[in-house]
């Protein structure tokens, strides 16, 4: 077991790393393309990638199979969208963080336990300190969006583990990609305008697709085969530690000594958050004499 969760594990993480790269060449290209055209382009590049390399079978799948991708690849396109609309007005770490908010509120609730509450706390101390003691440094309208896409992000671990059991390989997340882009399309033409007959600020949106979606969605699709949900969950935990990195050494983004203890209390409620909750699958799932 230990063999085979190993590979898996550093597939987790070789993801997390691509995935902050690539927000921070979105961030840079954010003037001349805009958040949404960046969404669109990340996307579409995503599915014609994925398209190319899994080339799903259409065949031989029921009406739920496919209204699971459709909802899957909503999820994507909204919280792809709402991700960026935040990073357009907040730090990538900051971001990030707010972000994680999402799977760590789905663990929480997940466990049901009263040990729950104190996790709950810990993340809500970690968010107070996010603010360096004051929300008013934040962009209000960011601070929206970010909570918008960590909601996402909850029903997007729920989306891709019932296309993942439905669809073989990465069959499931080339369509759900695929609806994901057509739901971005025209939102993104609207937002980059005539900046998409640029060939440059294409191909670096081409490069932010393979590092922002198609290889990291493609390696956590492989890992949540492998893995424990409890333990993929726990890696995925470590997210805004990846982009507080990236934003300092790509971006220029300071974060302040509060800031940096939030990020981190954050981590430590949803590591906690998740391992509670697993602990309360085992419990539950073990008979009573």
Not at 107 to 122: D, E, N, P, Q, T
Not at 123 to 136: F, I, N, Y
Request: aromatic content about 6%.
């Amino acid at each position: 077991m230990r063999g085979a969760a190993t590979p898996a594990i550093l597939l987790v993480v070789a993801g997390l790393a691509c995935q902050e790269i690539g927000a921070s060449l979105a961030v840079l290209l954010f003037p001349e393309v805009g958040p949404l055209g960046m969404v669109m382009l990340r996307l579409v590049f995503s599915a014609l990638l994925l398209l190319a390399i899994a080339r799903p079978a259409l065949r031989g799948h029921s009406g739920a199979d496919w209204r699971g991708v459709v909802w899957f690849g909503l999820v994507l396109a909204l919280m792809n969208g709402l991700f960026y609309l935040a990073l357009e007005r907040l730090p990538l770490g900051i971001t990030v963080t707010i972000e994680v908010l999402g799977p760590l509120v789905l663990s929480i609730v997940a466990s049901r336990r009263a040990s729950s509450w104190l996790w709950a706390l810990l993340a809500l101390a970690g968010v107070v300190a996010l603010a360096g003691g004051g929300w008013d440094r934040l962009d209000p309208i960011g601070v929206l969006f970010a909570l918008g896409a960590a909601g996402s992000w909850a029903f997007y671990i729920l989306a891709s583990a019932r296309v993942g059991a439905a669809f073989p390989k990465l069959d499931g997340l080339a369509l759900a990609m695929t609806v994901g882009a057509l739901i971005a399309l025209p939102f993104g033409i609207a937002d980059a305008g005539t900046a998409l007959l640029r060939l440059e600020l294409v191909a670096l949106g081409a490069a932010v697709a393979v590092l922002s979606s198609a290889i990291p969605y493609a390696f956590e699709l492989v890992a949540l085969r492998r893995l424990p949900a409890a333990v993929f969950a726990i890696l995925m935990s470590l997210a805004p530690a990846t982009a507080a990195l990236a934003g300092f050494v790509l971006l220029g983004q300071h974060l302040t000594a509060l800031e940096l203890m939030g990020i981190a209390l954050v981590i430590l409620a949803s590591i906690g958050a998740v391992r509670s909750s697993a602990r309360a699958a085992r419990e539950a799932a073990t008979p009573v004499a």
